[in-house]
């Protein structure tokens, strides 16, 4: 009897405008080491050994891509111009775009466009602990800041314990037919894994690191420079 592998396909949601920057382009084109700034995850999905292709949703109307050279990054890279109005939108758009190729029991790693230092062995980990699991899961790191929730004035109308909290990160992996079914009746949500949790399902948490960070504001491009650069060297 032939055993079934599954295979992995990364998808990165690029549509958004990342309006927060409060800059004239939008932010997975920024500049960051000479490059936008979405080419650096690009680079890393694509030179995996373990993706099979990587998918990159853009706007219908995008014509900042035709701009750069993706050449470099080889023939893993695919883009698709099926974008929607939100994160989830554009994730459901990509899963259907690419129902001919994905099997349903093939994994698909969803990663955001504007986290530029994710790294080899992130991706490693993540496919390697999530090999077995029944479910899927998500890079996370464990919240170590004491938090406050803020009232409408902005006082302090509690501390929220920390313990058991994480933070989410990406990618984020979850079987192709599972995300698909969940994305289907669940639009609102900001991540992937929030679809499966609504789906009554439990994502499990693979633990990541601090320098997978998400650019939001002008500061983070500055953090994220820093980090590709020391990590180089």
């Avoid at 990165?12 to 004239?24: D, E, K």
Wanted: glycine share 6%.
């Amino acid at each position: 009897m032939q055993t079934f592998h599954p295979r992995h396909f990364a998808i990165v949601p690029a549509a958004g405008s990342g309006s927060r920057m409060g800059a004239a382009r939008p932010k997975q084109y920024l500049p960051l080491l000479g490059r936008p700034l979405i080419h650096h995850a690009l680079a890393t999905l694509c030179a995996a050994p373990a993706i099979e292709r990587v998918f990159v949703v853009l706007s219908v109307d995008d014509a900042e891509w035709a701009r750069h050279d993706w050449s470099g990054l080889g023939s893993k890279l695919v883009p698709l111009f099926c974008g929607g109005a939100t994160r989830a939108d554009s994730v459901l758009g990509g899963l259907r775009a690419i129902a001919g190729e994905a099997a349903q029991s093939d994994w698909v790693l969803v990663h955001d466009a504007a986290r530029p230092c994710l790294a080899p062995w992130h991706i490693d980990k993540l496919v390697r602990e999530l090999a077995q699991d029944e479910v899927g899961g998500l890079l996370a790191v464990p919240v170590a800041d004491t938090l406050k929730r803020a009232d409408e004035h902005r006082h302090v109308a509690e501390t929220v314990p920390r313990d058991s909290l994480w933070q989410a990160q990406t990618p984020q992996m979850f079987r192709y037919v599972m995300l698909r079914r969940a994305l289907e009746t669940a639009s609102e949500v900001t991540d992937e894994a929030s679809a499966i949790e609504m789906a009554g399902l439990r994502p499990r948490l693979v633990q990541g690191d601090a320098t997978n960070l998400k650019v939001t504001y002008p500061l983070d491009l500055h953090l994220a420079e820093w980090i590709l650069q020391h990590r180089r060297g």
